[in-house]
């Protein structure tokens, strides 16, 4: 069965510090990996998806395929960045995402 | 453009009663799907249409979930007699082709 596993419930780092958020998943076949974003009082939304290879907003996420994982990283971590962070993937052959429990993140002053 | 909206954002359901929460896709858009998001989880696949077709219904609780798109946009999804078990936030999501699928803002139902 296709799980994701995000082991943190909450991380809490200071502004300008590293940031890393953890992603496990299991899943047999070859899946797409995504990171949604949920700011305060605004609806879920894309931030990045590992086909594009793209750093949005700074962050990056790698997906290792030998850890299964799809950690998502940041260098320098902003006050902006607070939120609630979801990691997804989507097996092959289904459009639907398969969500984990998801981590707060709070970038403090 | 608009994105994705739900309505109503807010329901307050006695146990036993009905209830139908509608979405209104981003226009032109093939996929519309429906979540469930209990309070500290991650969003639950229910179901999937494309076009007017549900082609995954395997996320359905029980048979007392139900979920259409008659014309291929808008999309409700109803839930009989309602249980407490059934308060959450549902989400709706729409998507062109592809992978990237938008958001509602979601409908938060509370069952008393």
């Known amino acids: 069965a296709q799980r994701v596993t995000q082991p943190e419930k909450l991380l809490s780092v200071f502004k300008g510090a590293p940031v890393e958020l953890k992603c496990n998943y299991s899943y047999s076949g070859s899946p797409e990996l995504f990171w949604y974003v949920q700011y305060s009082r605004q609806r879920l939304q894309l931030l990045l998806r590992?086909?594009s290879r793209e750093s949005i907003k700074g962050f990056t996420a790698d997906l290792n395929k030998g850890e299964t994982s799809f950690h998502l990283k940041k260098p320098f971590a902003q006050e902006e960045d607070s939120a609630m962070y979801y990691c997804a993937l989507i097996s092959g052959g289904s459009e639907k995402l398969v969500f984990g429990k998801g981590t707060k993140l709070t970038v403090n002053p | 453009g608009a994105g994705v909206s739900q309505s109503p954002r807010y329901k307050v359901a006695k146990r036993g009663q009905d209830v139908a929460l509608r979405c209104d896709p981003i226009s032109g858009h093939v996929s519309l799907f429906w979540y469930q998001q209990a309070l500290g989880q991650g969003p639950e696949f229910l179901t999937y249409?494309?076009?007017?077709?549900?082609?995954?219904k395997s996320g359905l609780p029980s048979d007392r979930f139900f979920a259409e798109r008659p014309e291929g946009s808008v999309s409700t999804l109803k839930i009989q007699r309602t249980q407490q078990e059934d308060s959450a936030v549902y989400l709706c999501?729409?998507?062109?082709?592809?992978?990237?699928?938008?958001f509602g803002p979601g409908t938060r139902l509370t069952v008393t």
């Open positions: 999501a729409s998507s062109l082709y592809g992978f990237e699928q938008y």
């Open positions: 249409f494309q076009n007017e077709a549900q082609l995954d």
């Open positions: 590992h086909i």
